[in-house]
């Protein structure tokens, strides 16, 4: 069975640094298009970072860019969020995406229905 598990959130200060991670197993983690995403109490959820196979990154929100990094070490079966610079509004639930079985150069997806399966979402808290 496919399982993501996501680990790493935590209670940081503006301007602080986390690193969230993803654990993947399975299925053949780099024959896959992973994600993170994010869920703001009372909001939608939104893409923040996709990667592809190859390694092609694409930063779903603007509001990451320059500040997020995504990056994965097929390796360890593992996907990576560097967060830095945090502030107040990257407060929410971050969720780690895999849709397995995808390889190839397409640009990798920002759009939450594009991935088949979930973590259970790590919380990230950045208090000003």
């Known amino acids: 069975a496919v399982q993501l598990v996501e680990s790493g959130g935590g209670s940081v200060q503006a301007g602080g640094s986390l690193t969230l991670s993803c654990a993947a197993s399975?299925?053949?983690?780099?024959?896959?298009?992973m994600g993170w995403f994010r869920q703001a109490p009372g909001k939608e959820r939104e893409g923040v970072a996709v990667i592809n196979s190859a390694g092609f990154t694409n930063y779903c929100a603007d509001s990451v860019k320059g500040r997020f990094t995504i990056t994965r070490y097929n390796s360890n079966n593992t996907l990576y969020l560097q967060m830095n610079s945090l502030n107040p509004d990257d407060t929410a639930m971050y969720y780690c995406a895999a849709l397995p079985d995808a390889f190839g150069l397409a640009p990798p997806m920002c759009g939450a229905n594009f991935y088949k399966y979930w973590g259970q979402g790590t919380q990230v808290t950045v208090s000003s």
């Open positions: 399975g299925y053949l983690f780099s024959r896959s298009y």
